[in-house]
């Protein structure tokens, strides 16, 4: 049991470069988001998914695409690379809270370092 | 104004001490989570709680909904505690797909 996997960990892009960061999750949940960090400020919500088929915004969506063919994969595409967009990016899974919060947890994947110059 | 405050936001202790993480926030939510950031960046689930209080080894996560606030304790404080702690909350619905997260405490806890 893996849990949640992102790759790569670390990219360096030039501007108007594009990327996909890879997210899969093993455990069957059917929540899967993508954060990004930044220095002196909270994470902040770029897409998430509510099951296979499902996509919708979040907080800070321009410049990012998403889409989500299976349960297990969440991808995250940097359509044309900005300076802006050097951050840390985590993607997070979880099950349905459905109709209590008991046992409900998030997972988180490792991070990735992303640079763009 | 961020929909979720975190104080301090930064902590030096001494180890042993007992430590305490609040967080407050400004929309009504049915449940909070508190997440453990390491150097190096792993973030981790500590607790989800909707009401009273859970308890994990040496960590004690309290809410109260109505006051919307809720705090993080940790007794017997280690340096291997020193971490980010971040607070966090589901945005319209309850959801955990779509979390506003706290800017995080810095603790350092010295030998």
């Known amino acids: 049991n893996a849990g949640v996997t992102q790759t790569p960990k670390f990219q360096v892009l030039k501007t108007g470069q594009s990327m996909t960061l890879q997210c899969a999750q093993d455990?069957?949940?059917?929540?899967m988001s993508w954060y990004r960090q930044d220095p002196g400020m909270g994470l902040r919500l770029i897409h998430y998914s509510v099951g296979a088929g499902i996509t919708d915004q979040g907080e800070v969506p321009n410049g990012y695409n998403v889409s989500r063919s299976t349960t297990e994969d969440f991808p995250l595409r940097l359509l044309s690379a900005a300076p802006s967009q050097t951050s840390v990016y985590f993607c997070?899974?979880?099950?349905?809270?459905?109709?209590?919060?008991?046992?409900?947890?998030?997972?988180f994947g490792e991070g990735s370092w992303l640079t763009v110059v | 104004k961020n929909e979720v405050e975190q104080s301090p936001q930064n902590l030096t202790a001494q180890e042993g001490e007992f430590i305490t993480i609040n967080c407050s926030y400004s929309v009504g939510i049915s449940a909070l989570h508190w997440l453990q950031q390491h150097p190096g960046g792993g973030i981790v689930s500590l607790f989800m709680l909707s009401s009273g209080k859970k308890k994990h080894g040496r960590l004690i996560a309290t809410i109260n909904i109505q006051e919307k606030h809720s705090s993080l304790h940790i007794t017997a404080s280690h340096p291997r505690d020193s971490a980010v702690y971040i607070c966090a909350v589901p945005r319209g619905g309850g959801s955990n797909y779509k979390l506003t997260f706290g800017k995080g405490t810095l603790l350092t806890v010295n030998p």
């Open positions: 455990m069957n949940h059917e929540y």
């Open positions: 997070a899974s979880s099950t349905n809270p459905g109709q209590g919060w008991s046992g409900n947890t998030i997972y």
